[in-house]
């Protein structure tokens, strides 16, 4: 130690802000931060980089004190730390701005950026009494450093989407306002939603946080990392895979990191089915504002479209408005040849629609009931009155056998199978249906084992070979080249590429780099 | 709504404020409208016996009740949760004062120690609920559909099989009526307890992070409220409420009865409703249930007074509840996919 210490500041200077040590954490048998350490030093910005599903996610949770961590140590200014609840994180002088709006959209903006401190110590509220003109007058200045125009006493409900990214910026911010500790600011895809010049106000003011914190960034877009970044990080499979400063690293090997390895040949596609069969269902125009803009998509029998693009891309929202489970601002669907007016999911269910949604347990299956009973539930085209038994029950074994799935007894309540096999069972209620022509498979693969999820697999290109059409939102990149016969690639609600895989033979890395 | 209420003072982004200003006024002139229409019409149709002195004294008497017991519904409904068991409370609470004064029963005379401890009962069990509530994970509805009728049982033991207990003629029990400043003791009691609500929802920490859970549990979880402590919170402030409307509605009965609060769930639920404060939680506030309790309370009153049979009115009072529900969500419907 060769400079003085400052007296307010007992910790030498080349103690890091952040130190992590061998932290893991797992969600029943999937793990989702294995075995990390890093250190991210004082008054630097570094970028934090991977593929979906890469950990980034929970590491960042674990770091907010919204998970804690099965095993390691998290050392903040070189003292161990341990956050059971957000604001111990926050007491620690950690500051986050989350990938999902956390804002109270009934209470007004300076209430909102007071909210952590609220809970706590804060003049403005002190004894539990608010003072209303001090709070707006805290908030307004809070405002004016992030260079936003927005009257702190609106609500946020009323205000638009770019004001209240920026209201959730500020409100990271604070942190340096309420605790001793040097802030660690840290930002989680916060330019999503900004338009060109906000994001740039946004990038000036990162650089200003450095000089009295850290900031850990998760990009929105690659580029971004590399122009706001000192240092990147990146994480694959939940694992760290490389931590290079930033001028060492090109976008291109950025991207290699990230996926892995150089895209493998995408395996050969029967290219000879009739590229020439009726459109099942076309899409043209479809937008819904904050989601999705001016789509357009076909999908014909015996095919099947791949759609890819990262969080906030719009396709989820995109393929739940072509089941009819949400609603659309304007463009138009058609299904087999027929405009469609009105358009519901008990309609798209009668039609021959079937959705698997990435929510199995909400959305997708109703745990109460036995298996063999979520295997008859959808109603598709043949309504009877009366369920069968016998009959419900010889269905269930068929399909049990078809599926291996386990344990084979279908009067097992559903939600006692493992997610695998609930997924399998929820298939097999699409499958079964004899008039089935479009399957949605939002993430179908999500938390399965690789065996479970080949079996899936199978039985999805056993029904597209059947004629069925197919629309695939996949887990991974890798996914959707193996399945998919058209890619198409999405970035901020706009579709950026399309592939015919009969014609083009893409690689992972042509995917990505339309993706961010 | 406190900011919306506040006063416009002249600063940068009062542009882009004036939209949700107006549309938030506008609402509320929609249910301020439907109270004067209904004067305007029941004055047409009683001339001379609507708008007396006489008859808005009877008027404020009878909102005191429901006001005194909204004030609580309407913090536990920002929640997003309900409060069922008010009759209950209120049974409980008023049959514990009444033995605990000065009655024809007992010798037992605590004077105003009484309504303290009857409220203090009331707030007893809505900690019951509350704890009920969150650390068991009981929905709010079933929890306090217990609690109405457990505070029922208690009413009924309490009042045993003996004589009923009389209060006494006297101060006490004429206090209620008691014109002070031209207006009814009951109705500057509703006043104060309505105005400790405003206060509660606009100035304190409690009030603001009720409308936060109301919004959204998770976010409000996230953002560092102790969601568990505030909802408990509330319903001991509700179960207050409710003790010390059935303490007041005993003193106008005269004596101790289980079934002190009757018809007052109904009438506050609605009133909370059609005032406009969402059954989801997080929108609402004192004033505007302030004013559907009025309007139920003048609507009732009038329909007396024109010599409607009371069969018919609470058919009425029904269907302007689901009016105004119909009306409230209207601009909604097509978001709400799900209602359950």
Redesign the interface.
């Known amino acids: 130690m060769t400079k003085a210490l400052r007296e307010d500041t007992p910790v030498p200077a080349d103690v890091p802000a952040l130190k992590l040590t061998n932290i893991s954490k797992s969600f029943g048998p999937v793990t989702a931060v294995d075995n990390v350490s890093l250190e991210i030093p004082r008054n630097q910005v570094i970028g934090l980089i991977g593929e979906n599903g890469a950990g980034k996610s929970t590491l960042l949770k674990i770091l907010t004190g ?1 998970h804690e961590p099965d095993s390691g140590v998290m050392e903040v200014a070189g003292s161990p730390v341990r956050f059971r ?3 111990d994180a ?1 007491a620690a002088g950690f500051g986050v701005v ?1 990938q999902e709006q ?7 903006v300076a ?1 909102n950026i007071a ?2 401190a ?3 110590k804060d003049n403005a ?1 002190k004894g ?3 003072r ?1 003109g001090q709070l707006n007058r805290e908030a307004e200045t809070i405002l004016a450093k992030v260079g936003a ?7 946020v409900g ?2 638009s989407f770019v004001d209240r990214q920026m209201v959730e910026i500020a409100r990271a911010l604070r942190v340096d306002e309420l605790t001793n500790a040097t802030p660690i600011v840290i930002l989680d895809e916060p330019t999503s939603v900004l338009e060109r010049d906000e994001t740039a106000i946004l990038e000036r003011e990162i650089k200003l946080l450095k000089n009295i914190g850290s900031v850990v960034f998760v990009p929105h877009r690659l580029d971004e990392v590399l122009r706001i970044c000192d240092r990147i990080i990146v994480m694959r499979h939940g694992k760290v895979v490389a931590d290079r400063p930033t001028g060492d690293v090109t976008e291109d090997e950025l991207f290699q990191l990230m996926i892995g390895h150089a895209a493998r040949a995408s395996k050969s596609h029967a290219a000879e089915r009739d590229g020439a069969v009726e459109p099942l269902m076309q899409v043209s125009g479809l937008t819904r504002k904050g989601e999705y803009k001016n789509v357009d998509l076909t999908v014909r029998p015996g095919h099947c479209v791949a759609i890819v693009g990262t969080l906030g891309s719009g396709r989820e929202s995109l393929v739940r408005a072509m089941f009819g489970a949400e ?1 659309f601002d304007s463009g138009s669907l058609s299904y087999r040849g027929k405009q469609l007016g009105s358009w519901s999911a008990a309609q798209a269910t009668r039609s021959g629609i079937a959705y698997v949604p990435a929510e199995r347990k909400t959305e997708g299956m109703v745990g109460g009931m036995t298996a063999a009973e979520n295997l008859v539930l959808a109603r598709t085209g043949k309504s009877g009155l009366l369920v069968n038994k016998r009959k419900q029950k010889k269905l269930a074994q068929e399909w049990f056998g078809k599926l291996d799935t386990r344990p084979n007894n279908p009067s097992l309540h559903l939600s006692r199978f493992s997610g695998g096999n609930q997924q399998k069972v929820v298939m097999a209620k699409w499958l079964q249906s004899e008039t089935l022509q479009l399957m949605i498979l939002d993430h179908p693969l999500r938390g399965l084992d690789p065996g479970a999820a080949e079996t899936v697999n199978d039985q999805i290109r056993a029904a597209r070979d059947g004629g069925t059409a197919v629309i695939l939102l996949a887990d991974t990149l890798e996914e959707a080249l193996d399945m998919g016969d058209d890619i198409l690639v999405m970035r901020d609600g706009e579709v950026t590429a399309r592939f015919d895989l009969s014609v083009d033979t893409p690689t992972s890395l042509d995917l990505l780099e339309k993706m961010v | 709504m ?3 209420n ?1 006063v416009l003072t002249a ?4 542009t ?2 004036t ?2 200003r107006r549309r938030f006024e506008y609402k509320r002139l929609g249910e301020l409208g439907a109270l004067v229409a209904l004067i305007l019409v029941f004055t047409l149709l009683n001339p001379g016996a609507f708008l007396t002195m006489l008859n808005v004294r009877t008027i404020l008497d009878q909102a005191a009740i429901p006001l005194v017991v909204g004030v609580g519904a309407t913090l536990v409904v920002l929640m997003g949760s309900i409060d069922l068991s008010v009759e209950g409370v209120m049974g409980a609470a008023g049959m514990t004062f009444v033995l605990l004064s000065a009655n024809s029963r007992d010798t037992m005379d605590l004077g105003l120690w009484a309504i303290v401890i009857a409220v203090g009962l009331g707030a007893f069990l809505g900690l019951c609920s509350g704890l009920i509530h969150t650390l068991l994970k009981v929905p709010s509805f079933i929890v306090t559909l217990g609690m109405w009728f457990v505070g029922l049982g208690l009413a009924t033991v309490l009042f045993g099989t003996d004589q009923i207990p009389f209060l006494p003629d006297g101060d006490l029990k004429a206090w209620p009526n008691t014109l002070t400043l031209g207006l009814p003791n009951s109705a500057w009691l509703a006043a104060v307890v309505v105005l400790l609500g405003v206060v509660v929802t ?5 009030g ?2 009720t ?2 859970v ?3 549990e998770e ?2 979880r ?5 969601v568990g402590r505030q909802k408990i919170l509330i319903f001991v402030v509700a179960g207050g409420c409710s003790a010390l409307a059935g303490v007041l509605a005993s003193l106008r009965l005269g004596a101790g009865s289980a079934t002190v609060g009757i018809g007052i769930l109904f009438l506050t639920i609605a009133a909370v409703v059609i005032g406009g404060t969402s059954l989801g939680g ?2 609402g506030g004192m004033m505007r249930t302030t004013l559907g309790v009025i309007l139920l309370t003048v609507l009732n009153n009038g329909l007396i007074l024109s010599g409607v049979s009371s069969n018919i009115q609470s058919g009425v009072s029904g269907a302007v509840l689901i009016v105004a529900i119909l009306a409230a969500a209207w601009p909604l419907r ?1 978001r709400l996919r799900i209602v359950k």
Do not use: C
Not at chain 1, 149 to 155: L, T, V
Not at chain 2, 202 to 206: E, H, I, K, S, Y
Not at chain 2, 222 to 226: D, L
């Open positions: 919204l609840r957000p604001q926050a989350h956390s804002l109270l959209t009934n209470l007004s209430e909210m952590n609220l809970s706590s509220t539990g009494w608010y209303w125009k927005i009257d702190p006493r609106s609500i009323d205000i609603p | 406190t900011v919306g506040q600063s940068p982004g009062e882009q404020r939209p949700s606009r100035f304190t920490r409690l603001r992070f409308y936060a109301g919004n959204n976010v409000a996230s953002n560092g409220i102790p997080g929108k097509s």
